[in-house]
């Protein structure tokens, strides 16, 4: 008699509710919980240095974080013309979704062997640079100053739409 009466009150429709919560729980609210705990963890861990920032693109992940000392750009224009100039702290990149765009506010003169030699403008007068779109050019070198005197290259490529 016990066992019966055990069975018909798990089975009765006023205790199905338990039941929908339960599922409720498990299979929607825990999940969202958990994905929006482990977003922040990540948040905090990258804001910490512990882990590296999650970057959309290569372009981001260089312009917001390694190109904060400044470094050396050499920009190849559709027209052949190599242009170059300091990226520094008045130099900006954009980013997604439209990457591709570059401010780069100190130009400088390059000679044929491809070596910085003497600027085109006075630095520190004002917002003075060059703004180029990714229709403008081929692609772009960057030159970064290692410890030892010798320059690491990267290059990047504008997206083809």
């Known amino acids: 008699m016990l066992l019966t009466e055990i069975i018909r009150a798990k089975t009765e429709p006023t ?11 498990c299979g929607i609210l825990y999940p969202v919980l958990l994905s929006l705990c482990f977003t922040r963890l990540l948040k905090f ?8 920032p999650l970057a959309k693109t290569v372009w981001e992940g260089f312009f917001e974080k390694d190109s904060a000392d400044g470094c050396w750009i050499q920009v190849k224009l559709k027209d052949n013309t190599v242009i170059g100039g300091r990226f520094g702290h008045a130099s900006t990149a954009s980013f997604y979704p439209n990457s591709g765009y570059i401010y780069i506010d100190e130009l400088w003169k390059i000679n044929d062997a491809g070596e910085f030699t003497e600027p085109m403008i006075e630095p520190n007068k004002g917002k003075q640079g060059i703004l180029l779109r990714p229709e403008d050019y081929n692609y772009i070198k960057v030159l970064i100053l290692e410890k030892e005197g010798k320059y690491n290259e990267l290059q990047f490529e504008p997206k083809k739409v």
């Open 45 to 52: 861990l990258a804001g910490r240095s512990y882990i590296l």
């Open 15 to 25: 205790n199905l509710w338990h039941i929908w919560i339960l599922l409720i729980d």
